[in-house]
T-cell receptor, first 111, second 113 residues
């Protein structure tokens, strides 16, 4: 939606499994981001990428990994090392110093 | 890094009244301050933003003010309507990093009919 597509909308996994969340954008934005949202908390930055083949850790990167092989794509892997993976995950993109445009999110439930 | 604090966490207003949400930031070099609205189960959407070279910006019933000296900025919604009920997030970016955006914890606004 709005040029940023996240899939799937809902994802269920067993504890101990890695899971990859998809994020694709057709806005030709250079930068892409992953945020985590928990009830009663703001959006916390996991990773962001300013350019292809480069990315930086955000505030809560432990237990997550990303790749940026194409400008349009920025997948997030939630690894088994992430202690509390159940959350709402939002992907976003932007141009340099511009506002973030968000996807519709993926709600991950790990049991 | 940047730390953004947002108050209040919840706000209930009578339809037609005004709502004000306040945020403070820690990095004096921050230069971009957007506000997002998130309805239940949906993605955050930008409603207004302001850059550090401007003190106030308005868009119909919504306005944002920025006080760089005090490092705080506020969202003002006038003549509130039921569709204004949502969670509102402030954010700040800048200093040495023109990409990283730090968010406040959010304010749940309820407009009573």
């Amino acid at each position: 939606d709005g040029g940023i597509t996240q899939s799937p909308k809902y994802l269920f996994r067993k504890e101990g499994q890695n899971v990859t969340l998809s994020c694709e954008q057709n806005l030709n934005h250079d930068a892409m981001y992953w945020y985590r949202q928990d009830p009663g908390q703001g959006l916390r930055l996991i990773y962001y990428s300013q350019i292809v083949n480069d990315f930086q850790k955000g505030d809560i990167a432990e237990g997550y990994s990303v790749s940026r092989e194409k400008k349009e794509s920025f997948p997030l892997t939630v690894t088994s090392a992430q202690k509390n993976p159940t959350a709402f995950y939002l992907c976003a993109s932007s141009v340099y110093s511009g506002p973030l445009h968000f996807g519709n999110g993926t709600r991950l439930t790990v049991t | 890094g940047e730390n953004v604090e947002q108050h209040p966490s919840t706000l209930s207003v009578q339809e037609g009244d005004s709502a004000v949400i306040k945020c403070t930031y820690s990095d004096s070099a921050s230069n971009y301050f957007p506000w997002y609205k998130q309805e239940l189960g949906k993605r955050p959407q930008l409603i207004i933003d302001i850059r550090s070279n401007v003190g106030e910006k308005k868009d119909q019933r919504i306005a944002v003010t920025l006080n760089k000296t005090a490092k705080h900025f506020s969202l003002h919604i006038t003549e509130t309507q039921p569709e204004d009920s949502a969670v509102y997030f402030c954010a700040a970016r800048g200093g040495s990093n023109d990409y990283k955006l730090s968010f406040g914890a959010g304010t749940t606004v309820t407009v009573r009919a």
